[in-house]
């Protein structure tokens, strides 16, 4: 079992070195980052820039290539699946196989600049580690919905493909907005609770409240998280965003999980 | 030894397998026919665990069918039509399936040096051409030795002297004891290779057993003369 899981996600690894788009990938988080520091002078600024575009971006690709993955590999699905191997040991293989070297080229690609620059060493160190951990688990979260998607809608490609971007829009863009609103329509009562629980359904919003307690910075993060902050406060505030992000590293993957044990391929 | 009791399959409101009870012995080489959307495909698929059936069981090799896997080392198949991951070299296939299924692949050699595949499979598998694709997946589905085989319209994408190779194959496979299912719409083909033939229509079992009983039956000469009669007397 070990092995054949093994056997699949180093085959999944070969492949995708092969497509040199995902050493691109790698590529354009080390301009960025390197950019970042020289515009901005290095700092907490760079941590911040940079979270932002891992918050808007690193979802979109990981769901799109998690759903193209699934769309493009369905005969190499079947081949794999009449063989003497275990459905959840495949499934396994597979998203293990995709999300990890999409994993590895986004660290890989911001944590040279970060080193180079010095930003491992003293105090913004843990800073650091927090926003690429988040970048790291929205990739897992993402391709697991893309997979989702993709089992979902095995059939109809551009139903999956537009759900897909709808989750993500609404998820990464109009979420914020929409609360806002909510907001500013019921700010007379008081609906603080059923703000924090909204937001703790959106894993972008929990990985925004993460980093805008680290950096104590709720102006530049979006209305969720300056309620978020106002509500909970550092500590517990921190907690429990990273106990709900731990939930919505599970769920899609569990999901992917279930789908695929139970699909006519 | 395959045995199918009460399979029931649908797709939504599709109805694709009613009620089939099968009984396939060791050894035995079977065609399997039916118009397009007739339910073969998926007869083959559910067999292998790709398809999950409403009820029903399927046994094969004493093996009860209910999500496990072990079974399949003993199947092996080639599917209609055949694609593979497109950066990847036919070799690496090859190795990759050994050492997922832990087993060395007997025939690879053989098959590859039969199908003439040698300068072939040192190609990335997307520039290959269909019949050589084909090719690939026939030698995927025969290399580890499986007594029991599944090719789903095997000769399609072959060329006339690929064809002839291909079905010495199975001939030869056949002598060694292998059970085959084989489907096909070229009833000359199957004649050359079958003994007993299931013709499928919408998802129920009309005809079972040899094909010289099918041809006396029907008063006909030739398969195809047969199914397309049989083909017309259930429509009327």
Known sequence: MIAVYYQIVRNEFQTLLRARWLIGYGLIFLLLTDTLFRFTGGGAEVLVSLSNVILLFIPLISMLYGILFIYQSRDYLELLLTQPVNRETLYWGLFTGISGPLTSAFLAGTTLPLIWHGNFS???????????????????????????????????????????????????????????????LLGDYPIETGVVGLTMLNPIDLGRILILLEFDISALMGYTGAVFSQFLGSLKGMLTASFMLVLWLILPMWLGLRLFRKKDF | M?????????????????????????????????????????????????????????TINNTVLNGNHIYRRDIGYMPQQARYPENMYATELFDFMENLRDQPGEFRNQLIEEFNLYSEVEKPLRVLSGGNRQKVGAVLAMMFNPSILFLDEPTAGLDPRSSYIFKERIRNEKRAGKTILITSHIMSELEQLVEHVVFILEGKIQYYGTIGDLLKDNRQDHLEGAIAQMMEGVEL
């Open chain 1, 122 to 184: 003293g105090e913004p160190a843990m800073q650091t580690v927090l926003v690429l951990g988040i970048g790291a688990i929205l990739t897992f979260i993402f391709t697991g919905l893309g997979f989702v998607m993709g089992l979902a809608y095995y059939e109809e490609k551009i139903k999956g493909f537009g759900y897909s971007l709808m989750i993500w829009l609404f998820m990464a863009v109009i979420y914020d907005g929409l609360i806002l609103l909510l907001i500013f």
């Open chain 2, 2 to 58: 395959i045995t199918i009791q009460q399979l029931q399959k649908s797709f939504g409101d599709h109805h694709v397998l009613r009620n089939i009870d099968l009984e396939i012995p060791t050894g035995q080489s079977i065609g399997i026919v039916g118009p397009n959307g007739s339910g073969k495909t998926t007869l083959i698929k559910t067999m292998l665990g790709l398809v999950k059936p409403d009820s029903g069981t399927i």
